[in-house]
């Protein structure tokens, strides 16, 4: 399929069907590259054959996974009216005539999680509506938020309003933790895990591989380590969720000489590896391109019958196919239809993937023609997948087209992620009114830029010396709390002294200060 009857083909209808393991769509026959799969598939153990070990990923029930178009459109307006009305949002909250509740409420928040400071002074609205009482979530997705931009202080207000209203969950602990170790605090990372037992929440054995799955996750795996070496036995008995956290963290970090140290802990501890550990295993060989060793591993699965994962065919035609290895990638991707495992929207994205390593356009195309026709997509991630792809070849005029369309497209709309994409594709061909023309598209769409985007466009308007801009630009950061990149903002300060204009260099430098060394409310615990 080309460009055109591509492009055509997004404004179809998609119609669900099923696609079997004899069906003789020349589609059948290409290759799964699995990027952000789903954890759909559990061992016996229940425990998630995804690599990820996503047992702790979302951490918080979503109260919208049963709302409706309709709440989705009013937290759309919401934000909108927020990031446009920043110094008077409750002025401008009460003239809208909300019917505030816990689904919309929450949807709001989490739209805002680029934007803390927002999503406080929204949280603190909503609070003094009539009737309305915020919930364990609506308190855990502004903490995941005031999170991203360090505001450790306010969380721990939070923290305490929590226990008086006895909203307080383990959960709410995990997330601190968790934003205090991607904040480099191992320290205080480690402290928030063990105030739990100060708030009356007993710790267990999962609280333990929590804080284990935390450090590995934020590349603290030697720091994890660390911890799990401390504590085992004395404080908790490992399981075989331990260890393969382990392995996955060190997997990542691409030290197999510690991976494999870990590996035979495991096994002398009696622990037999089953086929998340064998998942864990050939995922952190491809990642560190030791694709021969991987499919041994795989081999050694099948010698002793224990069946491999869709996520495990995934990894390996994911690293196979980012090699250009994609007859060996088709051979995999074959062997999974032999299996039975149905396709998934992460399967045909990582076809696209798998297409797009080797250039091979027209054939990725089809691949989402596919996902139209299996009603399985596409989603935004695809797209995401082939603009990447297309930019990095140069391919900048059929990205753009793409973009285009799929803006357009009222089931898959973009998300940050491919606004962000579009934006520095502009900027790195310095199109910065293009890139701005993008931007204002995706604030009218109530989607809210994060650091990288904000970060993108500042340094592109200092590099063409639109200095007013920038500063607009870099004061709007400020005002949702978000932190600029030391590298960015010294950028910002020596093209305004440069030109002259240290008033202002020094006026952004005191605001910026002051972000930093001043809580958004209270005086923290």
């Not at 909300?98 to 739209?111: C, G, Q």
């Not at 596409?378 to 753009?400: F, V």
Request: overall charge positive; aromatic content about 10%.
């Amino acid at each position: 399929m080309g460009l055109f009857r591509f492009l055509k083909s997004l404004s179809k209808t998609p119609r669900k069907t099923n696609l079997s393991s004899s069906s003789s769509s020349t589609f059948n026959q290409k290759p799964v590259f699995v990027i952000n799969s789903t954890p759909n598939h559990k061992t016996s153990r229940g425990f998630f054959s995804n690599h990820h070990l996503t047992f702790y990923r979302s951490i918080h029930i979503d109260p919208t996974q049963n709302s409706n178009d309709t709440t989705f459109e009013e937290a759309e307006r919401i934000c909108k009216l927020v990031s446009k009305n920043t110094p008077n949002i409750d002025s401008s909250l009460d003239k809208a005539s909300l019917n505030v509740s816990a689904t919309l409420v929450f949807e709001v928040l989490k739209r805002l999680s680029n934007a803390g400071v927002l999503a406080l002074s929204f949280f603190r609205w909503a609070e003094k509506q009539n009737g309305f009482k915020h919930s364990t979530e609506s308190y855990n997705v502004l903490i995941e938020s005031l999170g991203k931009i360090k505001q450790f202080k306010v969380i721990w207000d939070l923290v305490y309003e929590m226990k008086q209203k006895r909203l307080l969950t383990k959960d709410t602990f995990a997330l601190i933790s968790r934003r205090y170790a991607r904040a480099r605090k191992v320290k205080e990372a480690i402290d928030a895990f063990e105030k739990m037992d100060k708030f009356g929440l007993k710790l267990e054995s999962s609280d333990f591989n929590r804080l284990i799955d935390t450090l590995s996750k934020s590349r603290q795996v030697e720091k994890a380590q660390e911890v799990f070496d401390k504590m085992k036995k004395t404080r908790f008995e490992p399981d075989i969720k331990s260890y393969t956290i382990l392995l996955e963290g060190w997997g990542k970090d691409q030290n197999l000489l510690r991976l494999n140290e870990v590996y035979r802990e495991m096994k002398d501890e009696g622990f037999e590896p089953d086929v998340v550990t064998y998942g864990i295993m050939i995922n952190a060989h491809c990642k560190a391109k030791k694709y021969n060793e991987a499919i041994k591993l795989f081999h050694e699965m099948e010698v002793k019958n224990c069946k491999p994962s869709p996520h495990i065919f995934c990894t390996l035609v994911n690293g196979l196919g980012s090699e250009k290895r994609l007859s060996e990638a088709l051979g995999f991707f074959k062997l999974s239809k032999k299996s039975g495992f149905a396709p998934e929207a992460p399967t045909f994205n990582a076809v696209v993937g798998a297409y797009c390593w080797s250039m091979k356009m027209n054939d990725a195309y089809s691949a989402v023609d596919e996902m139209r026709k299996c009603g399985v997509g596409p989603n935004s991630r695809t797209y995401d997948i082939i603009l990447h792809h297309l930019i990095k070849a140069g391919r900048t005029k059929e990205a753009y087209s793409i973009f285009q369309k799929i803006s357009n497209e009222a089931r898959c709309e973009p998300t940050v992620s491919t606004y962000e994409i579009v934006v520095r594709m502009f900027c790195n061909e310095d199109r910065v009114d293009m890139a701005i023309r993008i931007w204002d598209q995706m604030k009218a769409k109530g989607v809210l830029p994060g650091m990288h985007m904000f970060s993108t466009l500042i340094n592109s308007l200092c590099h063409e010396n639109r200095l007013d801009d920038a500063c607009k630009y870099f004061q709007e950061m400020l005002d949702v709390g978000i932190r600029p990149p030391a590298n960015m903002f010294s950028n910002l300060k020596q093209a305004l002294l440069d030109d002259g204009r240290e008033q202002t260099a020094l006026l952004l430098a005191h605001k910026l200060d002051k972000l930093r060394k001043t809580p958004l409310v209270g005086n923290g615990r």
